[in-house]
Structures are given as structure tokens and as C-alpha cells.
DNA sequence: GAGATTGTTTAGCCTATACTAATCCTATAA
DNA sequence: TTATAGGATTAGTATAGGCTAAACAATCTC
């Protein structure tokens, strides 16, 4: 009486491991240590589940070299990846969540809805291409948007950034930075960055400055942005684009 | 490692168990057998649930004779099936689900969302009091609205009646009832009832008139509707009641 | 190159939840 | 009052997915 017909659905644990080990690895491998810390598994649990992944040809695995994404693998792990930057968005936008509040949730529902969900509620919010922190939503075919961006941490005194996107990590320094405004499509002027200590210090469009400790300014990611040096009037266009 | 902290949730399971139990007997007592039938699961299974449900004091259970639900029991039923008409409701009027494809997804979100998402959900939805099918929503609080509503198939002849709700069971119908209009509100007149095979003919407010097999009779539940005999001028109130 | 350290795997176990087959009750019908 | 049919339970088993403790491999340090 066990009936898996027309379950596209792998279990949640399944997909938890395959989203884990694309997020920390990409393309590359993830060490069974990295599973289990981001999963808070015990390793052994982990060898057990990378050795079933690979039966299913979810990943490459061989023994004490770690785990990395089948073609298949990936692909899925776009899937879920894909279902869980719209529902937060659904959360974050429509439903009133605060930045803190959203992961949680968002990762339990990801593992509850179907394709046709989420194709609806993509719809539903007009087929956003990135989720309230800046990260990009895989599309429905698979393919993601290239991410330029990198860390604050690491960018050049002097230079003019723009926030891209927010490590949705740590819910405490998500609603720290909202408060402040440091937000997706801020631009900051970089001032300083104290290689000694990690510490960044910024200044917003309205000349506001802060300094942040190592932790935020890496949770940061930004792209840089060309002053516009000469400006031509525009052409205007005969069509008005979005 | 296996940590249960902060988890109002009890496995979908025992989710699927106590609501089927309230589905089908409410306050009585339902039987193994009955019980098995709706989740589809042998009776051993289900002999073996209902022991683990009574140690966790979800329901009261003698052995060979079926299965009631506690007040705890029928609390946890009330959440479940609020969480499920909200979502039903979400998905028929927001996302555009047809009838037919929304219990299958409510049923899988049930067990996936929290209290927080269910009450912003309601929220975000107006604090409806019934969902599309006419069913009404248990409350926040716990209560439940009385339902006064009787199957069509037990109406009189000649009786004058508004369809209150639609049994939510069998998709084709609720699509071909949809598609005639026969949706909770619409108004209609009994012609006839056949006991002998429980075709019921009706009237619908254009004057169009269907004969529906037993089935279908059965599906629609409704209430009667007293034809004002005398108008009176209504009072005008001094405040606006919402 | 020999330890020491750290990460990985194996072995053995546990729980939740399902199953089948066999047995046991209960209620109905004669 | 008893036979019997059908529902309910027990016994034994399976699978998914966790765990701990102990053994094992790889790497880093001297």
C-alpha cells in the first residue's frame, strides 16, 4: 500500500542534502565535515545519505574525497533553490514576514510545494528575477543569472558599490542592516577598510557613515559602479522600456 | 542530535490521523476500518497509530473499539483544517487553482506551514469566514461556526434553498458543478426528488434546470431560504456594522 | 618519515511509520 | 445459542533516516 505514484517529490532530507552541498560548493565538492556542520548531522549520518545520493545519481561521491552535484543533482538543487527565493519573497513582500522571521519558514514550505506552486506563485509576483536580498531566482528552465558581485570586505577604498545582495544567514544582522537601509540597490562610497581588523567603513547616499566589523562587511556583497564621468543626453527611445 | 526544540508540529502523520478521525466522526468514535479507508493504509497500520496517538493523549481508544478524538485532539484538528481552507482559499482566488487541483496541494502545505503563516495567510486573505467551497473556517480561537446545512438529496420538494457548500472530496464533480455555476450562494428551487433512484431536479435563479444523479445531490449541501413574505423598511442604523 | 590531529567511515543501534500474514473478537443471522 | 463473516489486532518485517563509539585515512608538523 506504500504508493509513490506521480511523486515528483524527493523526500525533504534528500533534498536538504542536495541544496546543502550546492550552496557550499557549487559545481566543486563539499566535504562530508561541511555537510554535517550545515546540517547539523553527525558525519556518519552524512557518509550514510552520500552514499545513497550517489545510487540515485544525485552526486559524484568517493570516499574521503567528498561529494559534488550530478548534472541532475544541480538541476534539482536549482529546483528548490528556485522555490525558496520566491516563497520568501511571497513572505517577505505579500505576507508582511520581517527578514528574520522568513528562512525558517521558507524552509519548510520549499520541501511542501509542487512545480505547478510554484510556476503560479512565480507568476503571482510578477516573475521577480531576484528575492528581497539580492539573490538571484534560478529560472524555470534551470539557468541562473551570473553573479558579479563580491564581499564589502573585499572591495577598494574609495570605491562606489552598489548592494547586490545580503548573506540571508544570520537573522539578527539581516534586521540590523534593513534598519540601517543597507538594503539591495544602496549605493555605498567605500572610505576605508581596515585590513587589521576587518573593519569597513561606508557611507551612504545621504553622506551617513557607519562602520562595520568583519561579519557584516562580509555579509555584505556588493558590485561596483561606474561614475558616470561624461554624460551624454540620451537618445530618447520610441518604445518605453520596462 | 535529533533535536525536537521548538517544534509545534507533530509529523504529518499524526496530523493526517487526527484530522481524518474529526472528518469522519467529529465527536464520536471512528473505526479502524473507516479510518484506513480515508488515508488509504492497512488496518495494522492504523491499529498501531491510533495506540501511539492515545499515549500522546490525542484521542481516547479502546481496542476493537474505534478511535475518538480528546479535546486536545480536536484542537489540533480545528488548526489543521483552519490552516487547510486558508490555504485552499489562497490557492483558488490568489493563485488561480481550479477546483479540481487545489486539495492535493492544500493537503501537503497543511503540514508545512506554522501558526505565524496561517494567521498572516488569514490576514492577507481578510479573515475569511468560509472557503471556496463554502465550508467554514475554525477560528483563530478554536471555534467552529454551526453549520445548519443539509444534502440536497434530503431537501423537500418545492423548497427554496441556497447552496451553503459542496463536499470537497471528488475534484470531477467540483469541476463540473463549478462549471454550471452550482457554487456556494447561488439560490435554487427543488422541482423534484426521485426516491427511487435520488435524481433531484432544480431550478437555478435563471429558470435553467438540471436533473442531478444521486452523487452529485449528495455533494451539494444547503440551506433553506425563507421567501420574505413582508418587507419592512429596514431601520437606518447611526453606525456602520462592517 | 613518525606522530599527532582531524576528518571519514564502519558497525551497531534506535525510532517512526508502513507492510503482510495469521490470529482473534464481535455482532449478526439462523 | 451458536456459527460465521468481517473487522481488529498481533507478530514479524522493511525502509528511511537519524545516532554514538570505535576504527581508519589523510594531512600537517617536526
Redesign the pocket.
Known amino acids: ?3 509513490p505514484i506521480a511523486s515528483q517529490h ?5 533534498e ?2 542536495v541544496k546543502a552541498i550546492w550552496e557550499l560548493a557549487g559545481a566543486n565538492a563539499a ?6 556542520k550545515r ?14 545520493l550517489k545510487e540515485m545519481g544525485l552526486v559524484n ?6 561529494a559534488s552535484l550530478t548534472e541532475e543533482g544541480c538541476a534539482q538543487a536549482l529546483r528548490i533553490v528556485r522555490r525558496h527565493r520566491l516563497i520568501e519573497s511571497f513572505l517577505l513582500e505579500q505576507l508582511g514576514y520581517s527578514w528574520g522571521e522568513v528562512h525558517e519558514e521558507a524552509e519548510r514550505l520549499e520541501h511542501a510545494v509542487s512545480d505547478e506552486f510554484t510556476e503560479r506563485l512565480a507568476e503571482f509576483l510578477g516573475h521577480p528575477a531576484r528575492d528581497p536580498h539580492g539573490d538571484p531566482i534560478p529560472r524555470a528552465d534551470g539557468t541562473l543569472e551570473r553573479d558579479e558581485s563580491f564581499r564589502l570586505d573585499e572591495a577598494a577604498a574609495g570605491q562606489l558599490v552598489r548592494i547586490s545582495r545580503v548573506n540571508p544567514e544570520n537573522p539578527s544582522m539581516l534586521n540590523y542592516l534593513g534598519k540601517h537601509g543597507l538594503v539591495p540597490g544602496q549605493t555605498l562610497t567605500v572610505n576605508e577598510i581596515r585590513t587589521v581588523d576587518g573593519v569597513v567603513t561606508i557611507e551612504d547616499e545621504d553622506g551617513k557613515s557607519y562602520s562595520l566589523g568583519r561579519p557584516l562587511a562580509a555579509s555584505l556583497f556588493v558590485q561596483g559602479v561606474v561614475e558616470p564621468t561624461n554624460t551624454y543626453p540620451v537618445e530618447p527611445t520610441t518604445t518605453y522600456p520596462s
Open positions: 500500500m506504500n504508493d524527493t523526500s525533504s532530507s534528500v536538504d542534502y566535504s562530508t565535515k561541511e555537510i554535517s546540517l547539523r548531522l553527525s558525519g556518519a549520518s552524512v557518509t550514510n545519505m552520500l552514499g545513497r561521491y568517493e570516499r574521503y574525497h567528498g
